[in-house]
């Protein structure tokens, strides 16, 4: 984020130049002064915004780092649920299959013995 940062005051910069070039007019050092300390407190407020969002996610980090026993052993549970759905689902697809196929074979008896 220190990078975008940089390039954010290396555009004010350039802006300003092209501002002062397209004006022409020569700005006093008092009102330099000024929108470089108005720029230097928009830049620290979006840094201090940038450390609160890192330290924000360090702490989810060191969160997940140290779970319990307890919340891994839920989280593995979610994780057992999940294959056994997904392992249910595919049997499910194959006993339908096979279903279908029981029925045909048994259609195919039935109609030969009738034809005897």
């Not at 220190?2 to 070039?21: G, R, S």
């Not at 008092?30 to 201090?48: I, P």
């Not at 994780?79 to 056994?84: F, G, I, L, N, R």
């Amino acid at each position: 984020m220190e990078v975008a940062a940089y390039k954010t005051v290396i555009a004010m910069k350039d802006f300003i130049d092209n501002v002062l070039i397209k004006l022409k007019r020569k700005y006093s050092k008092d009102e330099l002064v000024a929108h470089l300390f108005r720029t230097k407190k928009e830049l620290e407020l979006e840094l201090g915004k940038v450390r609160s969002e890192r330290d924000e996610a360090l702490y989810e980090l060191d969160r997940i780092k140290n779970l319990t026993q307890k919340e891994k052993s839920v989280l593995g549970a979610r994780e057992h649920y999940k294959k056994m759905k997904a392992e249910i689902l595919a049997l499910k697809k194959e006993n339908k299959k096979l279903t279908l196929e029981n029925s045909n074979l048994f259609l195919k008896v039935v109609r030969s013995n009738q034809q005897k």
